[in-house]
């Protein structure tokens, strides 16, 4: 099974990053095959959420 997780961002620079680690580190190391893949939708925030979630 593939698992995708789609996350709408707005302004979510001190959040997000925690949000993918909790993702790679908890989440899918349990889905067996480990397919999986983390969607961060961004809309434009001018708080460098985009810059956060390049960095990961």
């Given at each position: 099974?593939?698992?995708i997780?789609?996350?709408?961002?707005?302004?979510?620079?001190?959040?997000?990053?925690?949000?993918?680690?909790?993702?790679?580190?908890?989440?899918?190391?349990?889905?067996?095959?480990?397919?999986?893949?983390?969607?961060?939708?961004?809309?434009?925030?001018?708080?460098?959420?985009?810059?956060?979630?390049?960095?990961?």
């Open positions: 099974m593939k698992v997780v789609i996350i709408p961002t707005y302004n979510e620079k001190e959040n997000i990053g925690r949000m993918v680690d909790v993702l790679e580190g908890e989440i899918f190391p349990k889905i067996k095959n480990n397919q999986m893949e983390i969607l961060v939708v961004d809309d434009k925030s001018p708080d460098g959420t985009a810059d956060v979630v390049r960095e990961k």
